[in-house]
């Protein structure tokens, strides 16, 4: 079985796009901080869901046999526009902690696949490393892409019927602020 393969038939999207759902219409979380909040669980849920293993290493983020996977996720990546197989520009690699440039990150390979996930539209697809260094550009804090038809391999995921969790995450971390600030 291949990565794609893998990621057609042995994710449950049902239960991964569930989360995505929960977590995107979840009042109790209001700022930017909890975008970091979500898209960490959004990541523990395709670990949880699925038989990639979420590593969080620098340069990727899931381990699956001897493969490295680098997420990327985002809503409407793909947004309705003149061409609706292509991507908006999404950052890749940062500057920020980094005294690299886009052709040091053009060099350097730390993935063998790129999985980007457009949260709205539901649509999986993987772009090979090699392929997906040719495609970097300078963005103000980092690399950036774009991907057009033909950069990626689709995944057949289905119809996605999320089912979601039976409560908000927003509440528990709310809970648990009080267990622990409760001495």
Same mark, same amino acid.
């Given at each position: 079985?291949?990565?794609?393969?893998?990621?057609?038939?042995?994710?449950?999207?049902?239960?991964?796009?569930?989360?995505?759902?929960?977590?995107?219409?979840?009042?109790?979380?209001?700022?930017?901080?909890?975008? &970091?909040? %979500?898209?960490?669980?959004?990541?523990?849920?395709?670990?949880?869901?699925?038989?990639?293993?979420?590593?969080?290493?620098?340069?990727?983020?899931?381990?699956?046999?001897?493969?490295?996977?680098?997420?990327?996720?985002?809503?409407?990546?793909?947004?309705? %526009?003149?061409?609706?197989?292509?991507?908006?520009? &999404?950052?890749?690699?940062?500057?920020?902690?980094?005294?690299?440039?886009?052709?040091?990150?053009?060099?350097?390979?730390?993935?063998?696949?790129?999985?980007?996930?457009?949260?709205?539209?539901?649509?999986?697809?993987?772009?090979?490393?090699?392929?997906?260094?040719?495609?970097?550009?300078?963005?103000?804090?980092?690399?950036?892409?774009?991907?057009?038809?033909?950069?990626?391999?689709?995944?057949?995921?289905?119809?996605?019927?999320?089912?979601?969790?039976?409560?908000?995450?927003?509440?528990?971390?709310?809970?648990?602020?009080?267990?622990?600030?409760?001495?």
């Amino acid at each position: 079985m291949n990565f794609i393969e893998q990621l057609q038939t042995r994710v449950d999207w049902n239960r991964v796009f569930g989360v995505v759902d929960s977590l995107y219409s979840d009042k109790g979380f209001t700022s930017n901080a909890d975008n &970091f909040a %979500r898209a960490t669980m959004v990541e523990k849920a395709l670990d949880k869901f699925s038989d990639i293993d979420r590593v969080d290493q620098n340069g990727y983020d899931f381990e699956w046999e001897d493969q490295k996977i680098e997420l990327k996720m985002g809503k409407n990546l793909f947004y309705k %526009r003149k061409d609706p197989n292509a991507t908006k520009k &999404f950052k890749v690699k940062s500057f920020l902690s980094e005294t690299k440039t886009v052709e040091d990150f053009k060099q350097v390979s730390t993935f063998d696949w790129l999985l980007v996930i457009d949260l709205t539209a539901r649509r999986v697809v993987v772009v090979e490393d090699a392929h997906a260094r040719t495609l970097y550009q300078e963005g103000a804090d980092g690399a950036m892409i774009e991907l057009k038809h033909g950069d990626y391999i689709e995944c057949n995921i289905g119809v996605v019927n999320p089912i979601l969790p039976p409560i908000n995450l927003s509440y528990l971390y709310q809970q648990a602020d009080q267990h622990f600030l409760n001495f």
